[in-house]
């Protein structure tokens, strides 16, 4: 193995970059305004630069989306980038994680945050619906409210459609709960209900108010698959 060669200094700064000396030797690595380069950066590539006493140089790193994220993106409304154009209401780069938190904080509406890393974590709690997005969903567990597969985010229309129909069907169940106790209550009051068979029917109404949200829920899940699939 090689001589490990000792830092004298080093300084991080979040979201930027970090210099450190060793040897003498002034190491930078950042973004091209931390080391005060002009930059040439495209929209399909990301470039980490760096400068190593008076030579200076970056990392090229090429973007690649997901099939099918442009028309996932189409179909949101009211979308912002913390961190194409086409795409998004709003576009907000460099964003630490406490700006991307200072930004959740300051809208009043109920909205969603996506997002794909650990400096996401604050954002993605303040947010009305959190949704991390992961390669490896055994691996990862911010504080969110729920946490999707890469491979599926595609899918996030047909996910918040979904939970639109289920909300629904949650109304839809508590009125006919609401129901059972109106009629219950009224055969109670007129003296045609004895102890017995209220005992039988209570298990009953609620049997039937469960197995009515099952199976609703299961043919939105359903008519929405089948749905996605002829579209596809």
């Known amino acids: 193995m090689g001589k490990k060669l000792p830092i004298n200094e080093f300084k991080e700064e979040t979201g930027r970059g ?27 590539e990301s470039r980490v630069y760096y400068t190593i006493g008076e030579k200076q140089g970056c990392f090229i790193i090429q973007s690649s989306y997901r099939k099918g994220i ?11 980038l913390l961190t194409l ?9 460099r964003q630490k994680p406490k700006d991307k938190l200072n930004f959740m904080k300051q809208h009043d509406q109920d909205h ?4 794909d890393g650990l400096n996401d974590a604050g954002a993605l709690k303040e947010a009305s619906v ?6 490896d969903i055994h691996q990862f567990s911010p504080a969110c409210d729920g946490i999707l597969s890469s491979e599926k985010v595609s899918k ?21 709960s609401f129901l059972y106790n109106i009629v219950g209550l009224s055969f109670a009051m007129t003296g045609h209900l004895t102890p017995l068979i ?15 949200v099952t199976a609703m829920v299961f ?3 359903r008519r929405l698959t089948n749905q996605t699939t002829t579209e596809v």
């Open 198 to 212: 209220s005992a039988i029917l209570m298990p009953i109404s609620s049997v039937t108010v469960v197995g009515f």
């Open 85 to 93: 154009s086409p795409y998004f209401d709003g576009l907000y780069f």
């Open 70 to 80: 442009f028309e996932m993106l189409k179909s949101l409304k009211t979308i912002y």
């Open 18 to 44: 970090f210099k450190a000396e060793i040897q003498g030797t002034l190491i930078q690595v950042g973004s091209a305004e931390y080391l005060n380069i002009v930059s040439s950066d495209l929209h399909h």
């Open 130 to 135: 959190g949704i991390a997005i992961s390669e």
């Open 112 to 115: 969603l945050m996506i997002g």
């Open 156 to 176: 996030i229309p047909s996910i918040l459609d979904f939970s639109k129909r289920t909300i629904n069907i949650v109304f839809v169940a508590f009125g006919i």
């Open 219 to 221: 043919m939105a899940n």
